[in-house]
């Protein structure tokens, strides 16, 4: 899908964090900005989440390609819930998450969800709102919050990516259990997102080698 655009976080605020956390630093390049990808249209953002939930990026990209095809690269409400279900099923390879993709679709048509909303909503508010689509997991909505909504204090420790990068900056054998998770989020409050993100770059960057 085409919705993605490339922007460098604020060198003032990665600053700041690596000053407030200097063990960071280890795993920032200096000369070289931190880029992130976004998607700065809200409902192809929260479709890619959907999608993306229990894939790997090999079916993240299979299933999003799929989809591409099938409206072609429009991904907006008005393509996607005129899709029969077991046609959008079978593109990206879900017939769940077709279900959710297409029940939320609906809901947005009609206005009983409205998405401009959740960018003046914190965490806990944008969670409540998506509360009643009982498959649509707790972490696809913080991948969503901040690739869409670009809200500053996401900690995302319900993603296993986050976590294997974790271990990677940890070094330690320590077992990540829940208490030492809600002692990590406290401690980079309130850039919990960027920690997420450098987590899934620790992680991503260790793959190369």
Not at 52 to 78: C, G, H, R
Request: net charge positive; glycine share 2%.
């Amino acid at each position: 899908m085409k919705y993605f655009k490339y922007i460098a976080l604020n060198e003032e605020i990665i600053n700041h964090f690596t000053n407030l956390h200097p063990e960071v630093k280890n795993f920032l390049n200096n000369k070289k900005q931190f880029i992130v990808r976004i998607m700065p249209k809200l409902y192809p953002c929260l479709i890619h989440c959907i999608i993306s939930q229990d894939y790997s990026n090999n079916q993240v990209i299979k299933a999003t390609t799929n989809l591409a095809n099938l409206v072609k690269n429009k991904i907006k409400v008005n393509k996607i819930i005129y899709l029969q279900k077991d046609i959008l099923s079978k593109a990206i390879m879900s017939e769940q998450k077709a279900s959710l993709i297409l029940s939320i679709s609906k809901d947005i048509k009609i206005k009983a969800l409205k998405l401009k909303q959740c960018l003046k909503l914190d965490e806990q508010g944008v969670i409540n709102l998506f509360k009643k689509y009982k498959s649509l997991k707790t972490n696809t909505i913080k991948l969503f919050c901040i690739f869409g909504c670009f809200k500053k204090n996401i900690f995302c420790d319900h993603d296993p990516n986050f976590i294997k990068g974790l271990k990677i900056f940890l070094s330690a054998k320590e077992t990540i259990d829940k208490s030492l998770l809600n002692k990590i989020n406290l401690k980079y409050s309130p850039y919990n997102t960027i920690f997420s993100l450098l987590m899934w770059k620790i992680y991503n960057d260790s793959k190369k080698y």
